[in-house]
Antibody, heavy 116, light 106 residues
Framework: QVQLKESGPGLVQPSETLSLTCTVS????????VSWVRQPSGKGPEWMGR???????AYNSALKSRLSISRDTSKNQVFLKMNSLQTDDTGTYYC??????????WGQGVMVTVSS | DTVLTQSPALAVSPGERVTISCRAS??????MHWYQQKPGQQPKLLIY???NLESGVPARFSGSGSGTDFTLTIDPVEANDTATYFC?????????FGAGTKLELK
């Protein structure tokens, strides 16, 4: 079945870089697109960016200058790197499979705290 | 960006009918989708394309609307429907989500 799983550090220092990995199974990254979505505690989700099935990328303009998404299809992994983290980047980060405008399959999420 | 506005909270009794609204700052055609999120869990897709029920979702859930005004209806509400409900649009870039409506059972 379709599965996505995020991994990465739970604590990041202010001004440093966040690196997260999304490992997928049950589908091919060359057939489906994967998005990163984050959610501050008690707030609505925010779309961050997307790795399209063809290898192209799309980013939320609010984050574009700090964000990079890449992939390794041989390992079934999608990567997120975001620099210059601040306290308002604290939240739960999800990877999710994108299809026809919707997000049906989600990882369990990884909680990221930005704090010194 | 398209802003989606939802009422923050609702409280209903089991067995009642509840409508949760979502208003978009600009037209999103029928590219509105609804999610349910329980504490500590990831969002779960309930309705896509404004009115289409996702497979496996109980028929108690339904959606309607087009343009800027959308509604998620639960009829009848059950105790385990306690959750936060988010709308999400995919007509305009970037995809955006509402802030959520927290549904509580009396």
């Amino acid at each position: 079945q379709v599965q996505l799983k995020e991994s990465g550090p739970g604590l990041v220092q202010p001004s440093e870089t966040l690196s997260l990995t999304c490992t997928v199974s049950g589908f091919s990254l060359t057939s489906y697109s994967v998005s990163w979505v984050r959610q501050p505690s008690g707030k609505g989700p925010e779309w961050m960016g997307r790795m399209w099935y063809d290898g192209d990328t799309a980013y939320n303009s609010a984050l574009k200058s700090r964000l990079s998404i890449s992939r390794d299809t041989s390992k079934n992994q999608v990567f997120l790197k975001m620099n210059s983290l601040q306290t308002d980047d604290t939240g739960t980060y999800y990877c999710t499979r994108y299809y026809d405008g919707t997000y049906l399959h989600w990882g369990q999420g990884v909680m990221v705290t930005v704090s010194s | 960006d398209t802003v989606l506005t939802q009422s923050p909270a609702l409280a209903v009794s089991p067995g009642e009918r509840v409508t949760i609204s979502c208003r978009a700052s600009e037209s999103v055609s029928t590219r509105m989708h609804w999610y349910q999120q329980k504490p500590g869990q990831q969002p779960k897709l309930l309705i896509y394309g404004a009115s289409n029920l996702e497979s496996g979702v109980p028929a108690r859930f339904s959606g309607s609307g087009s343009g800027t005004d959308f509604t998620l209806t639960i009829d009848p509400v059950e105790a385990n429907d306690t959750a936060t409900y988010f709308c999400q649009q995919s007509w305009n870039d970037p995809n955006t989500f509402g802030a959520g409506t927290k549904l509580e059972l009396k």
